[in-house]
């Protein structure tokens, strides 16, 4: 739903009769184009959740496990999207969903979850650089690959502090080069089924049929697959976040959202089909401590390749470093919104004279390098645990994210400003009820195979500590702050409205046209 400047006109100008309306400078440079915005909505998070973790998820719950519950959480990160594009659409920050819940829940939450996502998204860096060991060692498992991990790590570093563009360039080109390779797997993957593979055999439904299939380790490996498809489908909420460095965040969120559906679709729901249909649960590497196989790689193989297989390897390296400096730069961001909130020292606001939080990105980095650093307890086992916190974290986003938006749209209808939505969630109210509903739900028994057959103290922490963490930083920040639940008639529905002059020019002049009504942008 696009905003018609004819149309509203009447509405923005009452709007800004009523009340004085205040424009702040987000100081982050806009400078990413529509096309690298939309490019990375596509694919900048698909990263090692996909490629390695589809793998994990079929070895310890089966191929109806795998389908069902990427399924569902697509379902859940879809519905949360529409929540998330609604808010950032009207009002859109670098903070995103973090200020969100600060502004319209509660200061002590924004606080909790803000922190909280910059850890995930350090967290999620390092599982990363940990995650180009496992795919390496597809060739050799004697090379130190933690040297190049280390390199890797430096060179993202360099792409998101020279300046937003680059990064955005980067990321184009990265997420470009695995779109294609997740089409060409999938077409595979489809030849491969009927019998175009080494054996000339049609494979059509069998591995659903073997012992053990198609539901491998009762209850506890289906829960335990949630947490999987949490981790591969997390960071596309984070798209959000780039609202303050983005050209015309009113039109492009909006579109960035809509796309997400065939996304999730395409990308995730047809690729765990593929996966599940043509790999056997018991795949030798699928789960192991020491090595991790990626299930794309086994397909390539499978067709008659070992050319292939090793290309799309590479490939997969390539998503990997894409999905790596994705997070840095989400991280980075919220950091650098926690200083300007208030909510971290003023030294990580500090920008370089391209508008880049240089000290953020330096400290995220340092610790995403230090949790890099601990792969010697075994590259396999650290990615789980790194796998299973990030997981719990975006779980926990989407929650907050569905609370944000039931409360920012109660302030909405209490200061009469509903009709001024550029974008609406058409889910609104059962949606957000539903997504928030059944994220607690699978927060609360994803960690089932942690108690069964035998409890494991190791992978408890890593399902639950989250949770803790989390209510220790609200309960703390809201003691100290003295801080208040958001009252609908009070929230602020007027700071950080979007206006043409934050943005910048592109080659040959500005993107469009647009003129300003009582405060408001319109086109």
């Not at 926690?338 to 920008?351: I, T």
């Not at 209808?413 to 957000?432: C, D, I, S, V």
Request: proline share 4%.
């Amino acid at each position: 739903m696009e905003v018609d400047a004819e149309k509203n006109a009447p509405a923005y100008a009452a709007h800004s009769a009523d009340h004085a309306l205040v424009v702040a400078e987000d100081k982050l440079r806009r400078s990413l184009s529509p096309r690298q915005v939309q490019m990375i909505a596509i694919g900048g998070t698909i990263g090692t959740g996909l490629f390695l973790g589809t793998g994990k998820a079929l070895a310890t719950g089966g191929p109806a496990s795998l389908l069902i519950c990427y399924a569902i959480v697509g379902a859940i990160v879809f519905v949360t999207m529409l929540c998330l594009g609604e808010m950032a659409a009207f009002v859109p920050v670098a903070g995103s969903f973090c200020t969100f819940s600060a502004r319209y829940v509660d200061d002590a939450w924004g606080f909790a979850l803000t922190w909280n996502y910059w850890f995930n998204d350090a967290v999620s860096t390092a599982a990363d650089l940990v995650a180009l060991q496992l795919i390496l060692q597809y060739w050799t498992d004697t090379f130190p690959w933690y040297a190049l991990g280390l390199i890797i790590w430096f060179l993202l570093i360099l792409a998101n502090i020279i300046n937003v563009r680059a990064y955005g360039e980067v990321e184009y080109w990265l997420c470009l080069l695995k779109v294609v390779t997740i089409v060409i797997f999938i077409v595979l993957s489809i030849a491969v089924n009927v019998g175009g593979n080494t054996t000339h055999e049609y494979i059509g439904g069998r591995n659903w049929r073997i012992d053990g299939a198609p539901f491998v380790g009762g209850i506890g490996g289906f829960a335990s697959v949630f947490v999987t498809a949490s981790f591969a489908y997390g960071g596309t909420e984070s798209i959000a976040i780039t609202a303050g460095e983005t050209r015309d965040p009113a039109r492009q969120l909006p579109r960035v959202v809509r796309n997400v559906f065939w996304r999730i679709l395409f990308f995730y729901i047809l690729s765990a089909l593929m996966i599940g249909l043509n790999v056997p649960y018991n795949y030798p590497g699928l789960n192991s401590k020491e090595t991790s196989t990626s299930p794309f790689t086994i397909a390539f193989q499978m067709a008659g390749s070992k050319v292939a297989g090793s290309f799309v390897n590479a490939v997969i390296l390539t998503s990997v470093i894409s999905a790596g400096n994705h997070a840095l730069f989400a991280g980075s961001r919220l950091l650098y919104t926690l200083s300007v909130n208030g909510h971290a020292p003023k030294v990580f606001g500090r920008l370089t004279r391209f508008q880049v939080p240089w000290v953020s990105v330096l400290f995220t980095s340092l610790i995403s390098g230090l949790l890099f650093g601990a792969s010697f307890i075994g590259a396999g086992q650290l990615w789980t645990w790194l796998q299973n916190l990030v997981g719990v974290s975006n779980q926990l986003s989407w929650i907050s994210i569905g609370v944000a938006s039931l409360r920012f749209r109660a302030g909405l209808r209490a200061q009469g400003k509903e009709h001024l939505l550029p974008f609406k969630n058409w889910t609104y109210p059962a949606g957000p009820i539903i997504s928030i509903v059944l994220n607690v739900f699978i927060v609360l028994v994803q960690g089932w195979s942690c108690f069964s057959p035998r409890f494991s103290a190791v992978d408890f922490v890593s399902y639950y500590v989250e949770l803790p963490a989390f209510a220790l930083m609200f309960v703390v920040w809201k003691l100290v702050k003295k801080t208040k639940f958001r009252r609908a008639s009070e929230m602020d529905l007027v700071t950080d409205v979007y206006t043409k002059d934050d943005m910048e020019p592109e080659e040959g002049g500005w993107s469009g046209k647009a003129k300003r009504i009582g405060g408001w942008l319109c086109f």
